[in-house]
């Protein structure tokens, strides 16, 4: 089933057309399917068939209350990375005993808060991290349940800046230094060691990089194994990737089936991780944006529009390409070729460069795949109100975020007293 599918001219989101979710909630605007992120899900869920598994939504990818709502209902469980998004989960009913918390530098508020909720796994990544967490479930009275994140050092052949499983990055701990690490675990009070995590990355578009990782964590896996450590579950994290232009990932079935099959050839037992973010939400989105002016410099055409890279940072980050087309084809007037940019003022403000577009000032145009770290991602620079959300379910639609306003961006701030 197509969920995003044009009829006649306009583009419809399943059954809402986009230029009325433009006209009614204005512009910029996300919208995402909720038929569509449940699709995606039980893809995942579908590859594993009986086989025992917890599909751990990364919830960095999309924080919308709407969609970790849709998915808590769908059963997931939840891969966060710092209290807000835990505070999230637990808002949208999410259960706590289902979250797993990653993150290079968990602050000591941020895991009493996690113990106190009774969540279900931390992904330590240092000693220090471990010595502190065993600290503060003894004055808890508490024990963590721990996985040791281990960096694999295996090249992901994504951008470098979501590269995360090279051996010079920040994240996890050493192949070589997982054993010790296990082993200081094994002597903390309060602490009880469940598993081991990777995660090597995000926009993986092949299977190699994964099937890499895992080979080295089932390695270290036997290795704990001779020293007394026993595993129950393997997290392998996120980071498959979408199509954007014309990549080509593999499935969620074909990815998985490949997985399980080398963990299970080695342990039929373990209970198998995954961290999807960007391959559960990122298709099932977009950005809506008007055209505020067409405008030509000597040689160049530029689309103006009105969300810049405040809006959706990915095109300014990492050049990343995605898709633009208008909202309501139009048929008599002459497609030309537009650099698409927004409001911003920085010559990075670049939502596309060379489109080949029919189009006028006051059309709607529709970023498409923007329902991964898009609105997460957005920030009032220029001191522009962050977007709304909507959500889509079948024939209706609901703002699931509604548009900040100029008074709660200054709400915070103050002028310096009198003297
Ligand atoms: C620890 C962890 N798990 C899961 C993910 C989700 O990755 P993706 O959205 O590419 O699936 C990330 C994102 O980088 C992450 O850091």
Same mark, same amino acid.
């Given at each position: 089933?197509?969920?995003?599918?044009?009829?006649?001219?306009?583009? @419809?989101?399943?059954?809402?057309?986009?230029?009325?979710?433009?006209?009614?909630?204005?512009?910029?605007?996300?919208? @995402?399917?909720?038929?569509?992120?449940?699709?995606?899900?039980?893809?995942?869920?579908?590859?594993?068939?009986?086989?025992?598994?917890?599909? *751990?939504?990364?919830?960095?990818?999309?924080?919308?209350?709407?969609?970790?709502?849709?998915?808590?209902?769908?059963?997931?469980?939840?891969?966060?990375?710092?209290?807000?998004?835990?505070?999230?989960?637990?808002?949208?009913?999410?259960?706590?005993?289902?979250?797993?918390?990653?993150?290079?530098?968990?602050?000591?508020?941020?895991?009493?808060?996690?113990?106190?909720?009774? $969540?279900? *796994?931390?992904?330590?990544?240092?000693?220090?991290?471990?010595?502190?967490?065993?600290?503060?479930?003894?004055?808890?009275?508490?024990?963590?349940?721990?996985?040791?994140?281990?960096?694999?050092?295996?090249?992901?052949?994504?951008?470098?800046?979501?590269?995360?499983?090279?051996?010079?990055?920040?994240?996890?701990?050493?192949?070589?230094?997982?054993?010790?690490?296990?082993?200081?675990?094994?002597?903390?009070?309060?602490?009880?060691?469940?598993?081991?995590?990777?995660? $090597?990355?995000?926009?993986?578009?092949?299977?190699?990089?994964?099937?890499?990782?895992?080979?080295?964590?089932?390695?270290?896996?036997?290795?704990?194994?001779?020293?007394?450590?026993?595993?129950?579950?393997?997290?392998?994290?996120?980071?498959?990737?979408?199509?954007?232009?014309?990549?080509?990932?593999?499935?969620?079935?074909?990815?998985?089936?490949?997985?399980?099959?080398?963990?299970?050839?080695?342990?039929?037992?373990?209970?198998?991780?995954?961290?999807?973010?960007?391959?559960?939400?990122?298709?099932?989105?977009?950005?809506?944006?008007?055209?505020?002016?067409?405008?030509?410099?000597?040689?160049?055409?530029?689309?103006?529009?009105?969300?810049?890279?405040?809006?959706?940072?990915?095109?300014?980050?990492?050049?990343?390409?995605?898709?633009?087309?208008?909202?309501?084809?139009?048929?008599?007037?002459?497609?030309?070729? @537009?650099?698409?940019?927004?409001?911003? *003022?920085?010559?990075?403000?670049?939502?596309?460069?060379?489109?080949?577009?029919?189009?006028?000032?006051?059309?709607?145009?529709?970023?498409?795949?923007?329902?991964?770290?898009?609105?997460?991602?957005?920030?009032?620079?220029?001191?522009?109100?962050?977007?709304?959300?909507?959500?889509?379910?079948?024939?209706?639609?609901?703002?699931?975020?509604?548009?900040?306003?100029?008074?709660?961006?200054?709400?915070?701030?103050?002028?310096?007293?009198?003297?």
């Amino acid at each position: 089933m197509e969920f995003f599918q044009r009829r006649n001219s306009a583009l @419809y989101l399943e059954d809402v057309a986009l230029s009325k979710i433009a006209e009614r909630v204005g512009t910029p605007c996300y919208v @995402y399917s909720r038929a569509l992120i449940e699709a995606n899900w039980r893809a995942y869920d579908h590859a594993f068939g009986g086989k025992p598994h917890s599909i *751990c939504y990364a919830v960095k990818a999309n924080s919308n209350l709407a969609v970790l709502g849709v998915l808590a209902d769908l059963g997931s469980w939840f891969d966060i990375v710092s209290v807000g998004e835990l505070e999230r989960v637990l808002m949208a009913g999410g259960r706590p005993e289902r979250v797993v918390f990653s993150g290079v530098a968990k602050t000591h508020d941020e895991l009493e808060r996690a113990l106190q909720v009774g $969540i279900h *796994c931390f992904d330590v990544e240092s000693i220090e991290e471990l010595q502190r967490l065993s600290q503060i479930a003894q004055r808890l009275d508490k024990v963590a349940a721990i996985a040791v994140r281990v960096n694999p050092d295996v090249d992901a052949k994504t951008h470098p800046y979501i590269a995360t499983g090279l051996k010079e990055t920040k994240f996890g701990v050493g192949f070589n230094s997982a054993v010790e690490t296990y082993l200081t675990a094994a002597n903390l009070p309060n602490i009880e060691i469940t598993g081991i995590a990777a995660h $090597i990355g995000s926009q993986i578009t092949e299977a190699a990089p994964f099937i890499e990782a895992l080979e080295c964590m089932l390695t270290l896996i036997q290795q704990l194994a001779t020293q007394g450590i026993e595993i129950n579950h393997l997290d392998i994290g996120g980071g498959l990737g979408i199509r954007y232009q014309d990549e080509a990932p593999p499935n969620p079935q074909s990815l998985i089936e490949a997985m399980v099959k080398r963990v299970h050839a080695k342990r039929p037992d373990l209970t198998i991780y995954v961290e999807p973010g960007r391959s559960i939400v990122g298709n099932a989105g977009a950005l809506l944006t008007k055209i505020e002016y067409l405008k030509s410099n000597d040689s160049k055409h530029f689309a103006v529009v009105d969300a810049g890279l405040n809006d959706i940072l990915r095109p300014a980050l990492y050049k990343a390409w995605q898709n633009i087309v208008p909202a309501t084809e139009r048929k008599e007037t002459q497609p030309r070729e @537009y650099d698409v940019v927004g409001p911003v *003022c920085e010559t990075s403000d670049l939502l596309g460069s060379k489109r080949r577009l029919a189009v006028e000032s006051g059309d709607v145009l529709v970023i498409m795949d923007a329902g991964a770290y898009g609105h997460v991602m957005s920030s009032n620079y220029n001191s522009r109100p962050r977007p709304p959300e909507v959500m889509v379910d079948g024939g209706q639609y609901h703002v699931v975020r509604r548009r900040e306003t100029i008074n709660q961006l200054l709400a915070a701030e103050s002028v310096l007293p009198a003297n």
